[in-house]
């Protein structure tokens, strides 16, 4: 069975400061990956979308940048964070096609100070 | 017009109602309706998906398509307080991406 795996949980960072976070999945190869922040209390907003290796869309111009160096590894980040950026950062991943749904890691808690 | 449109509520039932969730979209071409639980805290986790017309039943739950009115809706029949919940409406774009809504807070009192 697929899994997927997000780390760190929870990160607390300065402004400033740079950002990696990570996500790969198992059990499935050349999965769509995605990349979505949700602000407290908001909606997912998508951030990046990868369907392989190296491949990377954009969907909100920001200070954020997200690779894929392996078919089933995906890696967020920034180089400066702004108070602005704190969030809950989701991975999910996809098989693609129009009727294929999302499944998401267990996220990670990010809180810029 | 936002893409996807919920309730934010909090919307409120008494255990064993039945909690009806609604969920219009703005793209004609939409394909594929999928809804997800959120719990306080946690990841969205997926529990329906419906692509035609009508009803679809899993369970406590079903989810339900009109196409011609652009709606989507979510029942839970003997809700219960674990079903207390954030859940989230989820509409495939004409560009094949998943377009959230905002979702919708359901408390399910004892």
């Known amino acids: 069975s697929q899994t997927i795996h997000q780390w760190p949980a929870t990160l607390v960072q300065p402004v400033g400061s740079p950002l990696s976070l990570e996500c790969t999945v198992e059990g499935t190869s050349n999965p769509n990956l995605y990349w979505y922040r949700q602000a407290a209390g908001r909606g997912l907003q998508l951030l990046f979308y990868?369907?392989?290796?190296?491949?990377i869309s954009s969907e909100v111009p920001q200070n954020l940048s997200a690779s894929r160096p392996q078919d089933r590894q995906f890696i967020l980040s920034s180089k400066k964070l702004l108070l602005s950026d704190s969030g809950f950062y989701l991975c999910a991943w996809g098989v693609g096609g129009k009727d294929s749904p999302l499944h998401f890691g267990n996220g990670t808690r990010l809180t810029v100070t | 017009q936002k893409e996807v449109e919920q309730n934010s509520g909090p919307l409120s039932v008494p255990e064993g109602a039945i909690a009806s969730l609604n969920c219009t979209y703005s793209d004609r071409g939409s394909q594929s309706f999928f809804w997800y639980r959120q719990y306080s805290g946690k990841s969205p986790e997926l529990i329906m998906f419906?692509?035609?017309?009508g009803d679809k039943e899993d369970g406590r739950f079903t989810a339900q398509l009109n196409k011609a009115s652009q709606y989507v809706s979510l029942l839970i029949r003997d809700s219960q307080p674990s079903d207390s919940a954030t859940y989230l409406c989820a509409v495939t774009s004409n560009t094949g991406k998943l377009i959230f809504g905002q979702g919708t807070t359901l408390q399910v009192k004892p």
């Open positions: 419906i692509y035609s017309n």
């Open positions: 990868s369907v392989g290796i190296g491949q």
